[in-house]
DNA sequence: TTATAAATAAACCATTTGGTCAATTTACGA
DNA sequence: TCGTAAATTGACCAAATGGTTTATTTATAA
């Protein structure tokens, strides 16, 4: 049973310490090195699994990009109507899970790399591919196709801002005020209604319970 | 007259140089060594001007925020309604001096490096404060002072998402689209007006007449 | 013209980087 | 129990990094 299986355990391990390492030190502090030591392992044996330092920190940016892309498809399997569906997008990218200044650090480390380093582009690329897939539909069936297509961008220009930020400010960006900025872009097409009301709290609540569980397994 | 002088006009060879090797090659490909060459200089001279490679950057940025400074203040000049206002500040951040995937490399390389360098937090705050001064003004006169926070919030999240993606994309962002997603968020509060549509109109055709100005004086 | 101080750069240094390799430990199958 | 293949690691390497030191050029003031 040991072959293939501790293969497995090793990359999975090494990907999410290179994680840990770029949320701490960020993309210069992190050296294969310091992503050893924070596994608990030599940096020989890090190398043995990854070829190279690119293919950890690829590894460690897709585990990263796995761990939302999860708590998207949870909260979207709860959402039933269009608004559901919209804020349930929009919630992930605000879950305590996400919405930190840690997280957000190593994201912007990410961003800052993309133009050097192709492997990250491709990742860049799907992040943002899922992103406007997840938000078309829905807003497709409550505007007309050209304003979708605009919200949806304004939309996810809105959350990368917000991540930016979340990131530089010293204490952080609440919760709560990055909701508010994004219900205002919301606004710029889409009038308020008892429908959006009705499914920005249920998906908010829904959000709430998804990360008290996971609190508890934890 | 060579004394004092040559030693302001070799600091800025050398900022410049730093920000110019910052947009090509990142914070990562930013060494002293690169710079020098970029400079035409050798490294210990660099350093000679420069006590540290921290500093160097530093100043980078901040004659890059200069730039922009420089930029907004001209604009602003010419701005004489609140209408005007807000779209001068806007103009500012899509001139084509400015928004540019090079650009935007080098002001992403600067937030990557924002949570472990004390020195680029600075030019951090003192950017997003002059934003937020600039626009919160003009706001205050066409909105509650509530709604004219949080759509100074809502502006400067939107810029900084665009100058994100304008860094990210492939091929960039076009102006226009940029400006499209500028003028969606300002619908979430202030209603298409005959005002506006002017002041907009004004705004972009004094920035565009700025931008021929500086290119026939290169 | 010469003395002097600033400007410049070549050589050097310690450290760290990503990466290799050969040796050793571990653990499973027969 | 033993042999073998995988897992793990310490030692090592060349290259590059930020930074220092020392020597040399340049230019100015007297």
Known sequence: MGRRNISQIRRAEYAAAAY?????HGLQGTS??????????SKANVLHYYQSKEALLSAALRYANAVLCKEAIILLREAKTPWERIYAVLETNLS??????????AWISLCAGVPHITSYQRIQTVIYARMR??????LRSLLPEQDANLMSDVLTTAVD??????GLSLDGLS????RDQLDAVLDARLPASEDRQRARDRMIDVSRIMASMSNNRS
Chains 1, 2 share one sequence.
């Open 96 to 105: 305590p899970t996400s919405f930190r200044t840690d997280v957000a650090h």
């Open 175 to 178: 919760q709560d005020a990055a």
């Open 32 to 41: 294969l090195s310091r992503v050893a030591e924070e596994a608990g392992a």
């Open 133 to 138: 897939s997840n938000l078309i539909g829905p």
């Open 20 to 24: 840990r390492t770029l949320m701490k």
């Open 161 to 166: 801002g917000l991540w930016l930020r979340c």
